[in-house]
């Protein structure tokens, strides 16, 4: 079982950038498709990027395209997930929560089986 440990939250800017990470422990990631979601006060929990196992194929929704980037070291110092976030606007404001899944590599939140605690992302206009 993996344990996920996300970091790197924070208030910023409109404009500005932040990178989040998300460190596992218990088992190497190299085994897991991952994600990143969001939820915003009072909305549901939405996809934001996926990355396969092996970091050679990545998703995106429609609303960050070009200006986040989610990546993944799997070497054993690091077994964590990324999620550089760029010229972040005010609607990105949300808790930002890392996911992992053994088999499934899609934007369907239950398929997930594994969650950190999340951290919040604050964007001031």
């Known amino acids: 079982q993996v344990q996920l440990v996300e970091s790197g939250g924070g208030l910023v800017q409109a404009g500005g950038s932040l990178r989040l990470s998300c460190q596992a422990s218990?088992?190497?990631?190299?085994?897991?498709?991952m994600a990143w979601f969001r939820q915003a006060p009072g909305k549901e929990r939405e996809f934001v990027a996926l990355?396969?196992?092996?970091?050679?194929?990545?998703?995106?929704v429609d609303s960050v395209k070009g200006r986040f980037t989610i990546s993944r070291d799997n070497a054993k110092n690091k077994n964590t997930v990324y999620l550089q976030m760029n010229s972040l606007k005010p609607e990105d404001t949300a808790v930002y929560y890392c996911?992992?899944?053994?088999?499934?590599?899609?934007?369907?939140?239950?398929?997930?089986?594994?969650w950190g605690q999340g951290t919040q992302v604050t964007v001031s206009s």
């Open positions: 990355i396969n196992w092996n970091g050679s194929g990545t998703t995106y």
């Open positions: 218990g088992r190497t990631l190299s085994t897991y498709n």
């Open positions: 996911a992992a899944s053994g088999y499934y590599n899609g934007v369907n939140r239950r398929e997930y089986g594994y």
